[in-house]
C-alpha cells in the first residue's frame, strides 16, 4: 500500500478534508496508509477541539495512528494553542519532513 503524508494549508478547504478526505481515512477506506498530515496557515482552524473535523481527526490519530502537527508560527499567530485537540503535535516543517520520511507521495491541500 502506498503511503502518504498531506499538508493542509486552508480552512477554505473543509467540505474536501471534512468530507471527502477524513471521511475515508476514518472508515480505512482511503487507498493509500496516511502517516502524516501537517497543518499550516488558516488549515489550523481544522484542529480546533469541538468541531465535526477535529472529532473526525481525532479518529484519524487514534484509530490509524496519523500524526498530525500543527505549524507553531500559524497557531501562535492565530491564538488558538490552547483549543486543539489532544494530541496534536505543535511543530515546524522540520517536524513534518521526519515524519513523512517514508511517505511515497506528498500531497499540499
Request: charged share 25%; glycine share 8%.
Amino acid at each position: 500500500m502506498k503511503k502518504v503524508a498531506y499538508l493542509v494549508t486552508r480552512n477554505g478547504t473543509r467540505e474536501l478534508i471534512e468530507g471527502c478526505l477524513l471521511s475515508s481515512i476514518s472508515a480505512g477506506v482511503h487507498g493509500a496508509k496516511v502517516l502524516v498530515m501537517h497543518f499550516a496557515e488558516d488549515g489550523v482552524y481544522h484542529l480546533v477541539d469541538g468541531t465535526t473535523t477535529a472529532k473526525k481527526i481525532k479518529t484519524a490519530m487514534d484509530k490509524h495512528k496519523v500524526k498530525i502537527i500543527a505549524c507553531e508560527c500559524s497557531v501562535k499567530n492565530r491564538g488558538i494553542e490552547n483549543k486543539l485537540i489532544k494530541g496534536v503535535e505543535i511543530g515546524h516543517f522540520n517536524t513534518f519532513y521526519k515524519a513523512a520520511e517514508k511517505a511515497d507521495h506528498v500531497v499540499a491541500i
